[in-house]
């Protein structure tokens, strides 16, 4: 008998305050990285950051209004702060 096991981390929900980005996923994992990580969040207003929907069979998170997106594996979650694009002279 075999018993096939995703070992890719999965949203069941997100939460944003003024300080951090919080992530539960569906093995019972809370992850939470800094707010400053990601710089779009950061600058968005608190309704804009209440706005999001969980993508992917919960492999990722998305703030349409703002452009901003999320996975697990990557990105914040994943441990890797968002960089702010460099100004173009």
Do not use: H
């Not at 539960?24 to 400053?36: E, F, K, M, T």
Request: charged letters at 25%; proline letters at 6%.
């Amino acid at each position: 008998m075999s018993i096939a096991v995703s070992a890719e981390p999965r949203l069941a929900g997100v939460t944003v305050d003024e300080d951090a980005i919080t992530a539960y996923l569906v093995d019972g994992r809370v992850v939470s990285v800094p707010l400053a990580w990601s710089w779009r969040l950061s600058e968005a207003t608190a309704e804009q950051r209440s706005r999001f929907e969980i993508i992917g069979a919960g492999e990722g998170v998305c703030w349409p209004e703002i452009d901003e997106d999320i996975k697990c594996r990557r990105n914040a979650l994943g441990g890797v702060p968002a960089r702010r694009p460099k100004s173009v002279i």
